[in-house]
């Protein structure tokens, strides 16, 4: 059974966004992010991969490839307010949450000390409309949730303790977003504008570059009736403190 929506009125300090691929984050959530910077959220996006393989020209650089994508997310992360984006340069189509993977989203949390994570819903494997969630979003959805527990198990990567003094941290709330098990939702009506914006700074992903203001807008609108707003992101809830 979906659960019932309500409105997420409260607003992270500090929110630490995990994003498979460029793009990914500003698809999902970049109404939120810029409504809660707009109100003082310090918020900061790591993305997995570099779209190394976004491409359907077989012939296509991936060298090339991972640099613009990389040009175009923080050129979108700047309209929708991030102070900064980490690129951690896994292979697209080949994300694994392995130790490797964990112990860099680690230290990105640990340094930057979060109060509310952010990434995909893990729990997804086939959409309702008849599509399988890519393999890098399922990943970066289970990393994202181990993330929780090893950044503040002081014995999870001891050396970034004694190394690098970057010491264990608890994270107060996750956000789980295209999710179906969704349970809240944030009102974003007034930043579609930016939203829209920071979607066509992607111009080298298709399914970005041709999601036009119209589509937008009915997403936002689709998402937020449940809850009685009239554009919204939704996200499921975990409390962890």
Same mark, same amino acid.
């Given at each position: ?43 900061? $996006? ?16 991936? /060298? ?34 392995? /130790?490797? $993977? ?44 181990? $993330? ?25 709330? /996750? $956000?789980?977003?295209?999710?179906? %098990? ?8 007034? %930043? ?24 937008? %807008? ?24």
């Amino acid at each position: 059974m979906t659960p019932a929506l309500r409105p997420l009125d409260e607003r992270p300090e500090r929110l630490l966004v995990v994003a498979a691929h460029p793009a990914d984050a500003d698809l999902a959530m970049a109404g939120s992010v810029a409504t809660w910077v707009a109100q003082g959220t310090r918020a900061r $996006l790591v993305c997995c991969t570099s779209g190394d393989a976004t491409s359907t020209d077989p012939m296509a650089d991936p /060298l090339e490839l991972a640099a613009e994508r990389e040009r175009e997310q923080r050129a979108a992360a700047a309209l929708v307010g991030y102070e900064e984006v980490i690129f951690l340069h896994r292979p697209e189509g080949a994300l694994a949450n392995d /130790l490797a $993977l964990r112990e860099q989203l680690v230290r990105v949390a640990r340094e930057f000390r979060p109060d509310a994570l952010a990434g995909p819903d893990p729990r997804v494997h086939i959409h309702p409309w008849g599509r399988v969630n890519h393999v890098d979003h399922r990943a970066a959805g289970e990393a994202t949730l181990d $993330l929780v527990d090893a950044t503040g198990n002081a014995m999870a990567f001891p050396g970034l303790v004694r190394s690098d003094g970057l010491a264990p941290h608890s994270i107060a709330r /996750l $956000l789980l977003y295209w999710s179906e %098990r969704a349970d809240v939702a944030v009102d974003v009506g007034s %930043r579609l504008e930016i939203k829209q914006h920071a979607i066509e700074a992607h111009a080298g992903r298709r399914d970005a570059a041709t999601s036009g203001s119209t589509q937008v %807008r009915a997403w936002a609108h689709a998402a937020g009736e449940p809850a009685g707003l009239a554009a919204a992101e939704t996200f499921a809830l975990v409390d962890l403190a």
